[in-house]
């Protein structure tokens, strides 16, 4: 079991684009148990790579009651969204103490492959259409608070705290 350190905004690594993966090898599986390690550790519903530092375009998720049916996506694509959006809290782990609504499609297909390599597609709906959502922006270095207006980001106070952290 090993739950990894996970990085937190303004780390910049957190900004960086992952790469796609090419080898469905040993190390891949192992970054998918530290990940399932890391997300079963706290209350979080997913977990995205580079929030352990790792630049693979990998996330898992698991929003069963039980928390024992983790969903891991290797290389996501979304192939379609349905026309319906939603507003929905969003948290992450990588921004303590932030919660805020984001609008998000909440019906979608996605495709993938999972860690032995198998390409699946699947529909997703509500908070697990959220969810994949918000952790693959994370493999595109983008956290939840970038989708909310400037007049949002000063309510909660992550501009001013980012000025007032650029000018300590
Ligand atoms: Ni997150």
């Known amino acids: 079991m090993t739950r990894r350190a996970i990085l ?3 780390d910049p690594r957190l900004r960086l684009p992952s790469e796609p993966v090419d080898r469905f090898d040993a190390s891949l599986a192992q970054l998918v148990e530290d990940l399932c390690d890391t997300l079963y550790a706290g209350s979080a519903i997913g977990l995205s790579a580079p929030q352990i530092d790792d630049r693979r375009r990998v996330l898992v998720m698991d929003l069963s009651r039980q928390r024992t049916a983790p969903q891991v996506f290797v290389n996501p694509t979304i192939l379609s969204r349905g026309a319906a959006r939603g507003l929905v809290e969003e948290s992450c782990l ?4 932030v919660s805020a609504k984001v609008m998000r499609a909440v019906q979608l297909r996605a495709a993938a ?15 697990e259409a959220v969810c994949l959502q918000h952790e693959m922006d994370h493999l595109d270095g983008v956290l939840f608070t970038d989708r909310l207006s400037l007049l949002r980001r000063l309510g909660l106070r992550l501009v001013a705290g980012r000025a007032s952290r650029a000018a300590a």
């Open 113 to 127: 492959r999972d860690a032995a390599g198998r390409p699946f597609e699947r529909d997703l709906a509500d908070m």
């Open 8 to 10: 937190e905004d303004p």
């Open 94 to 97: 990588s921004l303590p103490g």
